[in-house]
């Protein structure tokens, strides 16, 4: 139990500094941001779509959803908000949901506290694990959005797949890792996404067909879960 309370605290401090570092990207690179989010939503639609239950009973949780900014794409595909359920480690975060989103179902905290077996359709990540760098916590926490995911259900998956040598609070989760993470699954479907950002954010508008030409330089993987 201390150990886990140290990697949180750990993981509540990355975050801090990465905040501080970061806070001016979003308005610099909008173009870069751009190609990168449609491209992701496309993987994410498809694999909505190929669920057998219709949106609008479907039932999802983000873990770690920080702001919330990937909750409005996923009730366009026709969730419904009293079905969108999210937590959320960092307080901060969770006063922005609250006060932005009308989903009632917020948890904040340790994920590893929520109280779901076999609960939801769709359990999402997004570039929650290369923040975790102790194996004991990611082993916990996979095995934690497996156990809330239905039988037919599917976990979500975005993150890094190499580390950051300007960060040394990251660290990668390869297709390796997640099939060890996930050795139950029925299948896991991966994509290979998003252009390293040193690269990507210097491009521009040349994203797309940089991005055809050389797949080797995708940073992140998106991983379909099937239970």
Do not use: C
């Not at 308005?27 to 779509?49: G, M, N």
């Not at 039932?59 to 079905?83: C, D, Q, T, V, Y």
């Not at 996979?142 to 990251?170: C, E, H, S, T």
Request: proline share 6%; no cysteine.
């Amino acid at each position: 139990m201390e150990e886990r309370l140290e990697t949180i605290n750990e993981i509540k401090q990355s975050y801090a500094k990465r905040a501080a570092g970061n806070a001016h990207l979003k308005y610099t690179f909008p173009v870069y941001q751009q190609h990168v989010v449609r491209e992701r939503q496309s993987i994410y639609s498809d694999a909505l779509k190929s669920h057998k239950r219709p949106a609008g009973e479907l039932e999802f949780m983000e873990i770690g959803a920080g702001g919330g900014h990937n909750l409005p794409f996923f009730k366009s595909l026709g969730l419904r908000w009293e079905n969108i359920h999210v937590n959320e480690l960092l307080d901060d975060r969770v006063e922005s949901i609250r006060s932005r989103f009308p989903t009632p179902n917020i948890y904040p905290g340790d994920a590893l506290n929520l109280p779901f077996k076999s609960r939801f359709d769709i359990v999402f990540q997004s570039t929650v694990f290369t923040s975790i760098t102790s194996d004991p916590f990611r082993v916990a926490l996979a095995q934690k959005l497996w156990d809330m995911v239905r039988d037919d259900g599917m976990i979500l998956w975005y993150d890094f797949v190499y580390d950051n040598p300007n960060n040394p609070d990251v660290r990668k989760v390869t297709r390796q890792d997640v099939l060890r993470l996930f050795p139950e699954a029925k299948s896991i479907d991966f994509h290979s996404v998003t252009l390293a950002p040193p690269i990507g954010r210097r491009i521009g508008r040349a994203y797309s067909w940089m991005n055809a030409l050389f797949p080797f330089l995708r940073s992140h993987l998106i991983a379909v879960i099937r239970k």
